[in-house]
């Protein structure tokens, strides 16, 4: 889809050099698409990359993959291979050509209604970040979801929500669907256009066109009032503005299927990302608040709910419903806490300065008086900063100035000039 703009800044100075980019692949290694906006491009560049892009499409269509996976059910349990080399169901006419390839034999039923567990995760950090939810973490989404009387999901780059939710509809009478948003083409295999779209969250690209948004349109228009919410974990290293400005059309989107009823409200919406990024999701959603809930993942080993109980996952839900009404699991040591209306962590502890629980990564903060907020329980107030930090910090790192705007008094993630580009 479009590439994104970018702008090149050197320290202090005000308009840097514009250059598109690949809005997906935060690494030139993966796509190395660069052209600076006002280079002009030649016949022949173009026609070379038209080429290009012709020669990485996926072997297969999207309507290619339901009719291989129509006739693939219909084997018997010994003829179901799955190539793990790429990432394929075979038929048996192919198989041929997959020989000396790994693959996996008697794929079932099961297997094939869980495809986050068959495929293997895309880990790639700046591109694909596959990280999966941990069981726990899953169910507790879901429950939230149909407690709060949810009957529409759209599962924005959550393929295991997806996933959790369907079998969940099979199974029981859990009225519950979902439609899932994501990059990544492997699940087309596994699901039909009603139920899969490929998109960019980047750029609000969909692959299959004018059809495909349809169908997200479709789904997110609240037939027989059952209402409808977007989940989304997008990969951490991107860039908020970008997901943003795309989250803001799907916002749109469901705006426009209804004239009358959505005119003052907000969709819906769990955006699930690391609580530093905090200031930033709130920079654009202002209506969001930060839940102390910690999302587990199955394949980031740092992320885990450590055993020690040290390792503590920093990723949590933002959220524009109400914080009251959403309930965390005192099993798990969260607690409601009466003057915030919300539940917070067991750690978290309500602060009579501030007036509120103020930790943010779950263990217990402490005030500060001079800085006039609570900190990091590691943090000591330095004189010469003038501001809390760690015991161990070079004082001077501050007099050097902000790296975009080159003034001083405030290091370049706090930088005014970046979050009202
Ligand atoms: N925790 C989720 C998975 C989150 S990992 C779950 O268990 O369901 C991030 C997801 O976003 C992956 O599924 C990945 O394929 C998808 N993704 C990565 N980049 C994307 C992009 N540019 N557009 C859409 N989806 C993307
Ligand atoms: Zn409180
Ligand atoms: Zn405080
Ligand atoms: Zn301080
Ligand atoms: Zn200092």
Redesign the pocket.
């Known amino acids: 889809g479009p590439a994104l703009l970018f702008e090149k800044t050197s320290q202090g100075k005000e308009g840097g050099r514009r250059f598109y980019a690949c809005s ?1 692949c935060r690494d030139r290694k993966d796509c190395n698409f660069f052209q600076w906006e006002d280079e002009k491009v030649s016949e022949a560049r173009l026609a070379a990359r038209e080429e290009y892009n012709r020669s990485h499409q996926p072997s297969f269509t999207h309507r290619q993959n339901v009719d291989r996976f129509k006739n693939f059910v219909l084997l018997p349990l010994s003829k179901r291979r799955f190539c793990q080399e790429c990432q394929q169901l075979l038929l048996p006419a192919e198989w041929e050509k997959h020989l000396d390839h790994q693959f996996l034999c008697n794929i079932s039923t099961a297997q094939l209604k869980s495809p ?1 567990q068959l495929l293997y995760p ?1 880990e790639n950090k700046k ?7 941990a069981d726990r973490s ?1 169910q507790f989404l879901l429950n939230l979801l149909t407690d709060l009387g949810f009957r529409r999901v759209l599962s ?6 997806h996933e959790m939710i369907r079998s969940k509809a099979s199974q029981e009478d859990c009225r519950v669907r979902s439609l899932l ?4 083409f492997r699940y087309s295999q596994f699901y039909t256009e009603d139920e899969f779209c490929h ?4 750029n609000h690209h969909f692959f299959g066109g004018e059809a495909a948004r349809e169908t997200c349109r479709k789904f997110l228009y609240e037939e027989n009032g059952e209402r409808v919410i977007v989940v989304t ?3 951490f290293g991107g860039l908020v503005e970008a997901l943003a400005s795309s989250f803001k059309k799907l916002m749109e989107m469901w705006k426009e299927t209804e004239k009358e009823g959505h005119v003052n409200k907000e969709m819906p919406m769990f955006w699930i990302f690391p609580y530093f990024f905090e200031s930033r999701i709130l920079d654009f959603f202002p209506s969001f608040s930060m839940m102390d809930y910690q999302v587990d ?1 199955d394949n980031h080993a740092l992320y885990k709910h450590g055993k020690t109980g040290r390792r503590q996952s920093p990723v949590r839900i933002f959220t524009n419903i109400t914080p009251s009404m959403i309930v965390l699991p005192e099993e798990e040591g969260y607690r409601f806490c009466t003057v915030c209306q919300r539940y917070v962590s067991s750690g978290n502890q309500h602060c009579e300065i501030c007036n509120s629980c103020t930790s943010k990564d779950g263990r217990r903060w402490k005030h500060c008086v001079l800085c006039k907020k609570c900190v990091k329980p590691s943090w000591i107030h330095c004189n010469n900063c003038n501001c809390c930090t760690l015991q161990k910090h070079s004082c001077e790192k501050t007099d050097v100035g902000c790296f975009v705007c080159g003034k001083a008094g405030h290091k370049r993630s706090a930088c005014p000039r970046l979050s009202r580009t």
């Open positions: 997906a986050s895309l591109t694909n970040a596959q990280y999966l939810f899953c924005v780059g959550t393929p295991r929500l948003l994501d990059i990544d998109y960019n969250m980047f974990d997008p990969p993942y």
